[in-house]
């Protein structure tokens, strides 16, 4: 909601990292971690495929197998995903966001109705693209779309490293 935006704004304009999850240890959560600023790794079998990213130590996980969502999952920062394939594209829908995560490096706000669909494919044999569109009736006017682009590390490159934030948060204390 608005209020929400604008408290989160007043705290980045001050210089304040309170509203900054990552700086704070926490998961960037969704669609924030599809900046993949580092490092990102997946991982596909037959009933799942896993995002495994060195910024965080973070992983997603998407279920193929037609599960849906139990009853009793807790809202994450990552959500629920379930995808599907259509021809040469998986597509995604996250569900189950914690309403306190944020959609970017800004710190946008959203509410626990969010959903993100992807549609993820290689548009050549070293690049892979994913394009999200960001639903939430309670935080936005319409939905909206952005892309990602990942390009494929090279031999030499391809090693994630540990990227361990509460060990640097515990030695600062």
């Known amino acids: 909601d608005l209020e929400k935006y604008k408290k989160v704004q007043a705290s980045r304009e001050s210089g304040s990292e309170e509203t900054e999850p990552v700086a704070r240890c926490l998961p960037p959560g969704m669609p924030y971690f599809t900046l993949a600023q580092y490092g990102l790794e997946v991982m596909q079998s037959k009933d799942k495929i ?33 995808g599907r394939w259509e021809g040469d594209t ?21 509410s626990d109705a969010m959903r993100i669909t992807e549609r993820i494919r290689l548009v050549d044999p070293n690049t892979l693209e994913d394009v999200l569109v960001v639903t939430d009736p309670k935080a936005f006017t319409k939905p909206w779309e952005i892309t990602r682009r990942y390009k494929r590390a090279g031999k030499g490159n391809d090693e994630l490293h540990e990227n361990t934030c509460t060990e640097g948060l515990r030695l600062a204390k």
Not at 55 to 68: I, K, S
Not at 93 to 108: A, F, W
């Open 90 to 110: 998986l597509v995604v829908d996250t569900i189950n966001l914690r309403d306190d995560s944020v959609l970017d490096r800004y710190g946008s706000p959203h």
């Open 50 to 82: 896993v995002f495994f990213s060195e910024w965080m130590d973070a992983y997603r996980r998407v279920y193929l197998d037609g599960r849906t969502m139990p009853k009793d999952f807790d809202p994450s920062y990552f959500g629920y995903s379930t």
